[in-house]
T-cell receptor
Framework: GAVVSQHPSWVICKSGTSVKIECRSL??????MFWYRQFPKQSLMLMAT?????????EQGVEKDKFLINHASLTLSTLTVTSAHPEDSSFYIC???????????FGQGTRLTVV | SQQGEEDPQALSIQEGENATMNCSYK?????LQWYRQNSGRGLVHLIL?????REKHSGRLRVTLDTSKKSSSLLITASRAADTASYFC???????????FGAGTTVTVRA
C-alpha cells in the first residue's frame, strides 16, 4: 500500500515555542491530507483537512491561528503548532486518502510534549 | 463527516479465541472501513466493505455490513497476541471526503 511518512516521531519543546510536523506521501500524490489529534486512550479527533494549493479547512473548535497547516505540494503537508502550551501536548497523526478514495494511509504519528 | 461508534469499548480474550466488535453509524455510506492502531502508532487499514456487500473476508478477518441497521461487525478468528490493538470503524461517503473515528474497541489478547 501507499506510504505516508510523518516526522518527527516525537518532540519535546518549551512553552511558547513553535513546532513543525511534516507529513509526506512517498509514492503517490496526495491532493488532500488530514490532521488528527489523539489524547491518551481516546479517539482521533479530526482537526483539519489540508488541500494542496489552498487554505486548510478547520473543524469546529480548532484554532486556525494556533495550528497552521500548509500543503504547498502534492507530497508534503505541514502542521505547525504555534506558541505551544502544555495542553497542546498530544499525539498528532496525518493521513491521506488514496487516489481511489477507498482507504486512508496514516503517518506514524508525532508525540508532542510541551514542557 | 459522520463517525462510527464501536462496541464494546474493551475486549479481553485468550489467545486462540475469536474477537467480535461492532460498529454503528447514522447516515448512508459508500463503504465502511476498519482500521487497527497499535499503541503509539498511526492507523493501519484492515479491510473495506462496500455498501452493496454484506460480508467480506481477509485472512483471519471477517466483516459484515447491514445497511438497513446501519451496523457492521468485525470478527478476528484464532486471535494472536499480535492482534492486541485498538480497532476503529470509519463510515465513508463520497459527498464528504473525510474519515472520522469513534472511541474504538481496545482488544487485549492474553497469551
Amino acid at each position: 500500500g501507499a506510504v505516508v511518512s510523518q516526522h518527527p516521531s516525537w518532540v519535546i519543546c518549551k512553552s511558547g515555542t513553535s513546532v513543525k510536523i511534516e507529513c509526506r506521501s512517498l509514492d503517490f500524490q496526495a491532493t488532500t491530507m488530514f490532521w488528527y489529534r489523539q489524547f491518551p486512550k481516546q479517539s482521533l479527533m479530526l482537526m483539519a483537512t489540508s488541500n494542496e494549493g489552498s487554505k486548510a479547512t478547520y473543524e469546529q473548535g480548532v484554532e486556525k491561528d494556533k495550528f497552521l497547516i500548509n500543503h504547498a505540494s502534492l507530497t508534503l503537508s505541514t502542521l505547525t503548532v504555534t506558541s505551544a502550551h502544555p495542553e497542546d501536548s498530544s499525539f498528532y497523526i496525518c493521513s491521506s486518502l488514496g487516489q481511489a478514495y477507498t482507504e486512508a494511509f496514516f503517518g506514524q504519528g508525532t508525540r508532542l510534549t510541551v514542557v | 463527516s459522520q463517525q462510527g461508534e464501536e462496541d464494546p469499548q474493551a475486549l479481553s480474550i485468550q489467545e486462540g479465541e475469536n474477537a467480535t466488535m461492532n460498529c454503528s453509524y447514522k447516515t448512508s455510506i459508500n463503504n465502511l472501513q476498519w482500521y487497527r492502531q497499535n499503541s503509539g502508532r498511526g492507523l493501519v487499514h484492515l479491510i473495506l466493505i462496500r455498501s452493496n456487500e454484506r460480508e467480506k473476508h481477509s485472512g483471519r478477518l471477517r466483516v459484515t455490513l447491514d445497511t438497513s441497521k446501519k451496523s457492521s461487525s468485525l470478527l478476528i478468528t484464532a486471535s494472536r497476541a499480535a492482534d492486541t490493538a485498538s480497532y476503529f470503524c470509519a463510515p465513508f461517503h463520497s459527498n464528504d471526503y473525510k474519515l472520522s473515528f469513534g472511541a474504538g474497541t481496545t482488544v487485549t489478547v492474553r497469551a
